[in-house]
């Protein structure tokens, strides 16, 4: 079973930051947050992770709050091309899996 | 470089017939996964290899058999395809398994599997 549970679906306006919530109640202390998306029919692709600190890149920013029970995926200016499945994943340690949830359909509209 | 690759894009199978799936890197990745993903569904792990020459299962390896002879490839082996085999099949590599920096999964663009 999936330890992530998110919005089923969310909308965003092209230009503004998408906010994608993630509860992860049951993380334990050494495993990761990751957020992966999927744009429709293609691979999974990767978009960030972290422990228990804010991380960002070139692609999005992850906030965890400081219990680690939960987190925000923030994309600053959302773009028609944002339009995709986001899943946030609870890392398992052993052996690299993924396991991934439901995720939320982000739709970005202009 | 390609990334991660995948042959056929596209089959249909009658039950009963068998196939195998290709993945193939060239990041010279350690860890490589086989995932399948049903309609309005997350992947969910079918095998996985943490180097060459080994396979562990993963949620979902019924049906399915993998082999990892040399590390940029990896197969799926269908040996009696079922109509519950009907899916999308991903495959992804790693750099290595354990958390954190390196961990991240590339994904190849999948395969359209239809089994009737």
């Known amino acids: 079973d999936a330890k992530t549970t998110q919005p089923p679906s969310m909308d965003c306006a092209e230009g503004r930051a998408a906010n994608l919530p993630c509860n992860h109640s049951?993380?334990?202390?050494?495993?990761?947050v990751y957020w992966y998306r999927q744009i429709h029919s293609q691979g999974p692709q990767y978009i960030i992770h972290g422990l228990k600190n804010n991380e960002t890149n070139e692609m999005a920013s992850l906030i965890i709050t400081e219990d680690r029970k939960s987190s925000t995926l923030i994309l600053p200016h959302a773009t028609l091309r944002d339009t995709a499945v986001y899943y946030c994943i609870v890392r398992d340690n052993q052996g690299g899996k993924l396991i991934f949830g439901q995720g939320t359909e982000l739709s970005v509209k202009p | 470089n390609a990334g991660v690759t995948q042959t056929p894009k596209f089959r249909v199978l009658k039950t009963g017939q068998s196939m195998t799936l290709l993945c193939a890197q060239d990041m010279n990745h350690e860890y490589m996964y086989w995932y399948r993903q049903d309609p309005g569904m997350g992947l969910r792990l079918i095998h996985y290899s943490v180097g060459e020459g080994t396979t562990a299962k993963g949620e979902v390896p019924d049906g399915y058999n993998v082999s990892r002879l040399k590390k940029q490839n990896f197969l799926l082996g269908l040996e009696s395809a079922a109509p519950s085999q009907t899916s999308v099949y991903f495959c992804?590599?790693?750099?290595?398994?354990?958390?954190?920096?390196?961990?991240?999964?590339?994904f190849g663009p999948g395969t359209r599997l239809t089994v009737l």
């Open positions: 992804a590599s790693s750099p290595h398994g354990g958390p954190g920096a390196g961990s991240e999964q590339f």
């Open positions: 049951t993380i334990s202390g050494n495993e990761y």
